[in-house]
T-cell receptor, first 114, second 115 residues
Framework: GAVVSQHPSWVICKSGTSVKIECRSL??????MFWYRQFPKQSLMLMAT?????????EQGVEKDKFLINHASLTLSTLTVTSAHPEDSSFYIC??????????FGPGTRLTVL | AQKVTQAQTEISVVEKEDVTLDCVYE???????LFWYKQPPSGELVFLIR??????QNEISGRYSWNFQKSTSSFNFTITASQVVDSAVYFC????????????FGAGTTVTVRA
């Protein structure tokens, strides 16, 4: 099956700093990628849809100025959490959408903001 | 409104018991896809199955089986002869054209298999 990687797998940062998370499709091209957030013991919540070459589409309630998404190529999307605060601590998961209507998930990035 | 309902929050069984996870969905589309994912403690989502709305055949894969009933909008998942390695959170999800094929996840069911 297709492989999606995320980097870093975990990150700890100080409050007020920005953190960038990368999502890569390793063996296929993905015009669309998705970013999810998962709080402890909760389900995955879609944050935004990332489209190559255009602006991301954010779900209701997600601050686009806080969660910057850049889909610079067909294999890479990045999520930058700007001015992170402790309430942004979460598990962030990306997925890449293949041509065959399948989503392949990355392993996730655990963000802890002190 | 919740599109996917997993009514069972937690299920605990002893090894070798069967366990069935319920999933009820809601959609106005006639074409849609249903999924089950496993999330072990490591956090990585493991794809288990995808079923399109036109295929109501039940499926068996090893100890896993799925029962799709359009009449009741349910897509239940059974683990037969459970093992400790089956301990995880299991998510049911729905993908529909009206929602640009985005995945809507249920709340998840935590399965604990005790030795």
């Amino acid at each position: 099956g297709a492989v999606v990687s995320q980097h870093p797998s975990w990150v700890i940062c100080k409050s007020g700093t920005s953190v960038k998370i990368e999502c890569r499709s390793l063996d296929f091209q993905a015009t669309t990628m998705f970013w999810y957030r998962q709080f402890p013991k909760q389900s995955l919540m879609l944050m935004a849809t990332s489209n190559e070459g255009s602006k991301a589409t954010y779900e209701q309630g997600v601050e686009k100025d806080k969660f910057l998404i850049n889909h610079a190529s067909l294999t890479l999307s990045t999520l930058t959490v700007t001015s992170a605060h402790p309430e942004d601590s979460s598990f962030y998961i990306c997925s890449a959408y293949s041509l065959y209507n399948e989503q392949f998930f990355g392993p996730g990035t655990r963000l802890t903001v002190l | 409104a919740q599109k996917v309902t997993q009514a069972q929050t937690e299920i605990s069984v002893v090894e070798k018991e069967d366990v069935t996870l319920d999933c009820v969905y809601e959609t106005r589309d006639t074409t849609y896809y249903l999924f089950w994912y496993k999330q072990p403690p490591s956090g990585e989502l493991v794809f288990l199955i995808r079923r399109n709305s036109f295929d109501e055949q039940n499926e068996i894969s090893g100890r896993y089986s799925w029962n799709f009933q359009k009449s009741t909008s349910s897509f239940n998942f059974t683990i037969t002869a459970s093992q400790v390695v089956d301990s995880a959170v299991y998510f049911c999800a729905l993908s529909e054209p009206l929602n640009d094929y985005k995945l809507s996840f249920g709340a998840g069911t935590t399965v604990t298999v005790r030795a």
